[in-house]
T-cell receptor, first 111, second 109 residues
Framework: DVKVTQSSRYLVKRTGEKVFLECVQD?????MFWYRQDPGLGLRLIYF???????EKGDIPEGYSVSREKKERFSLILESASTNQTSMYLC??????????FGPGTRLTVL | RKEVEQDPGPFNVPEGATVAFNCTYS??????FFWYRQDCRKEPKLLMSVYSSGNEDGRFTAQLNRASQYISLLIRDSKLSDSATYLC??????????FGAGTTVTVRA
């Protein structure tokens, strides 16, 4: 099984801070994804990457950026955190038409 | 309109009961379908893929109805450990999966 780890389970930041969320996978998957999950809305795709240094916008990329310098690592960056970015952030690795393996999630609170 | 819609529930059922719920999708070109399970405060995990002819995995049965654009999940002989949120997931043949908001099932002793 693919193992996906995320740097923090819980994070509390202040409005305007720059926030880095790190994700690492151990199975050499080309594709990695960042989602946010909010009650009643399901998972929404923020960004995904299909190769090192390659990225594509998902459904809700505004206010976020990503970095993929190594195949196993995919970072999500909030340039200037806002309260409406308080959410559960889930990283995944896997296919588009295949299984995606999720990390345990980071619950981010922006005050 | 959401791409994938689910009844949020909760479905409260006694142990041993059968519970079934549906999910509708809006894109008729959708090609791949899945059910994921998410336990409270945990990450989603694949429960099963859904094939055109329908498929079973132990006590779980998934069906696809392309004409009416819905998929279903049926759980027989419910166990306490089946309590979770079940996410309906659809791929449109494009690069991404669309997730429903989930159906919560609670199995009581």
């Amino acid at each position: 099984d693919v193992k996906v780890t995320q740097s923090s389970r819980y994070l509390v930041k202040r409005t305007g801070e720059k926030v880095f969320l790190e994700c690492v996978q151990d199975m050499d998957h080309e594709n990695m994804f960042w989602y946010r999950q909010d009650p009643g809305l399901g998972l929404r795709l923020i960004y995904f990457s299909y190769d090192v240094k390659m990225k594509e916008k998902g459904d809700i990329p505004e206010g976020y950026s990503v970095s993929r310098e190594k195949k196993e690592r995919f970072s999500l960056i909030l340039e200037s955190a806002s309260t409406n970015q308080t959410s559960m952030y889930l990283c995944a690795a896997g296919g588009y038409t295949d299984t995606q393996y999720f990390g345990p999630g980071t619950r981010l609170t922006v005050l | 309109r959401k791409e994938v819609e689910q009844d949020p529930g909760p479905f409260n059922v006694p142990e041993g009961a059968t519970v079934a719920f549906n999910c509708t999708y809006s894109n008729s070109a959708s090609q791949s379908f899945f059910w994921y399970r998410q336990d409270c405060r945990k990450e989603p995990k694949l429960l099963m893929s859904v094939y055109s002819s329908g498929n079973e995995d132990g006590r779980f049965t998934a069906q696809l109805n392309r004409a009416s654009q819905y998929i279903s999940l049926l759980i027989r002989d419910s166990k306490l450990s089946d309590s979770a949120t079940y996410l309906c997931v659809v791929n449109d043949g494009d690069y991404k999966l669309s997730f429903g908001a989930g159906t919560t099932v609670t199995v009581r002793a």
